[in-house]
């Protein structure tokens, strides 16, 4: 079964606007932790942000924030104020436990337009 | 602070030749994994050390793909013989350990012929 669940392969957002990516996931270990992960055209994966399963507030970094529903099972990433250098690929990704590793999803593709 | 390194950038080899990577982590991180990005998909991990031992490469293709990490720093990734399936990106990431940020680097485009 999918861990992750992104259902958006493509979105376009206009500058100034944000944008809400979706992430669903699944997992039966109470303590987990979920990420996200832009990927521009250069190929580098850069890490945007971070929610612990036990984190009682929502992640915010800057212009990123997570909105974290954990009856269900979604952590969707808003983008505010885009900017024409959010046109990446994202990630979601999740660890589940005290394995290290992480499961991603298949991404979602931003295109942000003038 | 300087970010993980990977070489080369891009390789092109034909189908059974064979095919190395190399990566240095971010200094003083213990944890180092090797995913692999097959076109319109998310990485998926290969293999992770916890310095020079490895703890995890139930997902590595043992028949075809070995890895080693030399004193717990760089590590190596190789391919032979290499398959068309497996043209991908080859991604390195590495964290200070425990259930921390994994830092990625730029990866490595393999193209098989």
């Known amino acids: 079964a999918q861990k992750i669940t992104q259902t958006q392969p493509g979105m376009f957002v206009q500058e100034k606007e944000a944008v809400t990516l979706d992430c669903t996931y699944d997992?039966?270990?109470?303590?987990?932790?979920l990420f996200w992960y832009k990927q521009p055209s250069s190929g580098e994966m850069i890490f945007l942000i971070y929610?612990?399963?036990?984190?009682?507030q929502n992640a915010t970094e800057g212009r990123y924030s997570l909105n974290f529903q954990k009856a269900r099972k979604s952590a969707n990433l808003v983008i505010s104020a885009s900017q024409l250098g959010d046109s990446a690929m994202y990630f979601c990704?999740?660890?589940?436990?005290?394995?290290?590793?992480?499961?991603f999803g298949a991404g979602t593709t931003v295109t942000a337009r003038a | 602070e300087a970010g993980v390194a990977q070489s080369p950038r891009y390789k092109i080899i034909e189908k059974r030749q064979s095919v190395a990577f190399w990566c240095n982590p971010i200094s003083g991180h213990a944890t180092l994994y090797w995913y692999q990005q097959i076109l319109g998909q998310g990485p998926k991990l290969l293999i992770q050390?916890?310095?020079?031992?490895?703890?995890?490469d139930s997902q590595l293709p043992k028949d075809r793909f070995s890895a080693e990490r030399l004193k717990g720093v760089d590590s190596t990734l190789k391919i032979q013989p290499a398959k068309l399936e497996d043209s991908a990106v080859y991604l390195c990431?590495?964290?200070?350990?425990?259930?921390?940020?994994?830092?990625f680097g730029a990866g490595t485009r393999l193209s098989v012929l």
């Open positions: 929610q612990g399963s036990y984190d009682q």
């Open positions: 997992t039966s270990d109470p303590s987990y932790g």
């Open positions: 990704a999740m660890r589940e436990g005290y394995d290290y590793k992480l499961s």
């Open positions: 990431a590495s964290s200070p350990g425990g259930i921390n940020i994994q830092y």
């Open positions: 050390f916890q310095n020079n031992g490895v703890v995890d």
